[in-house]
């Protein structure tokens, strides 16, 4: 079992840029792909990005491809997610996830998820 705790968010002016951290506590975190999620009010939580064990292989959202860069250190049981050229709808909360395989973007192909962390993107 892995708990994960989310920090980094905050209030940012578009154009930008906030780095998230997600830090995990128990045994095992390299054994996990590691992923992003976002919500904004009113709306669905949806897949930003992952990154498989050993952080060799990550992938993104569309929306997001080119301007956030998802990275892990094993060592410090931390993954990160930075986030450059923010607009106004980036503003969510950010959820970081651990799962069993990496590729996956379905809320459900993830067994544990942290409280959030909130970024707000004025314009």
């Known amino acids: 079992q892995v708990q994960l705790v989310e920090s980094g968010g905050g209030l940012v002016q578009a154009g930008g840029s906030l780095r998230l951290s997600c830090a995990a506590s128990g045994r095992y975190f390299s054994t996990y792909a590691m992923g992003w999620f976002r919500q904004a009010p009113g709306k669905e939580r949806e897949f930003v990005a992952a990154t498989s064990r050993s952080g060799t292989m990550t992938h993104y959202a569309d929306s997001v491809k080119g301007r956030f860069t998802i990275s892990r250190d094993n060592a410090k049981k931390t993954v990160y997610l930075q986030m450059n050229i923010l607009n106004p709808e980036d503003t969510a909360v950010y959820y970081c996830?651990?799962?069993?395989?990496?590729?996956?973007?379905?809320?459900?192909?993830?067994?544990?998820w942290g409280q959030g962390t909130q970024v707000t993107v004025s314009s």
């Open positions: 996830a651990a799962g069993s395989s990496y590729g996956l973007n379905r809320q459900v192909d993830y067994d544990y």
